[in-house]
């Protein structure tokens, strides 16, 4: 079955630090999507990106990268000097061909609080 | 483009009550996926709807239910409310069939009493 693991429940830095959020999936298909949401304190969740199972390139969208490894099963995110409107709770989620349908999986959520 | 709205955003029921949140996707999505987040379990998808017909169902009682409509607006209905039914009730919108991302709404804060 499938798995979303976010091993880091709460991370909390200064200003302008640069704060990475690890994320591990587990999945027996061969192709899957993967994703990463924001949901700051409104509750909304915030898509910031998708990614599929054999696309590994590195990806950078302003202060935001990505780096996906399949030999290690991880999609981790990296906020290049934080600043306080980062500050919201993050998931990883997972999304398998197989299901036929949009289906995710999500990990447990990382907390990521910036002070000032 | 509007995006996903949800009605109402908050709700109190008593126990053994019945509730039914609405839904409606952004202009042009077919895709309708509702998920159920509290602090305990986290994120957890209840089920999906693509063009009326119900795709993907998840690892919840028969209490919970759900229907699209064909203009792509979505009900969920949970009967004999429990307390462990308190939860914010997410409902998303994806433009296509499969693995699409998708586009969440403000949520329904229900309460259980």
């Known amino acids: 079955a499938q798995k979303v693991t976010q091993a880091q429940t709460e991370i909390s830095v200064v200003e302008k630090e640069d704060v990475t959020l690890d994320c591990v999936y587990e999945?027996?298909?061969?192709?899957?999507?993967l994703f990463w949401y924001k949901q700051p304190p409104s509750g909304e969740l915030v898509f910031l990106i998708r990614?599929?199972?054999?696309?590994?390139q590195n990806e950078i969208s302003g202060r935001y990268s990505w780096n996906f490894q399949k030999s290690t099963s991880s999609f981790n995110f990296t906020i290049t000097a934080s600043q306080v409107v980062d500050s919201a709770v993050y998931f990883c989620?997972?999304?398998?061909?197989?299901?036929?349908?949009?289906?995710?999986?999500f990990g447990g959520g990382t907390r990521l609080m910036v002070k000032p | 483009k509007a995006g996903v709205t949800q009605t109402p955003r908050y709700l109190i029921k008593t126990r053994g009550q019945q509730v039914t949140l609405s839904c409606s996707p952004i202009s042009g999505h077919r895709s309708v996926s509702w998920y159920q987040q509290t602090p305990g379990q986290g994120l957890q998808f209840l089920f999906e709807?693509?063009?009326?017909?119900?795709?993907n169902k998840g690892n919840f009682p028969g209490r919970f239910s759900g229907r699209q409509f064909s203009n792509s607006r979505s009900e969920m209905n949970v009967s004999t409310l429990e307390l462990g039914d308190s939860a914010l009730y997410l409902c998303?919108?994806?433009?296509?069939?499969?693995?699409?991302?998708?586009?969440f709404g403000p949520g329904t804060r229900l309460t259980v009493t």
């Open positions: 990614r599929n199972s054999f696309d590994e």
């Open positions: 989620a997972l999304s398998e061909a197989r299901n036929a349908g949009n289906m995710l999986t």
């Open positions: 998303a919108s994806s433009f296509g069939q499969i693995t699409y991302e998708q586009y």
């Open positions: 709807y693509f063009s009326e017909t119900q795709r």
């Open positions: 999945t027996r298909d061969t192709t899957y999507y």
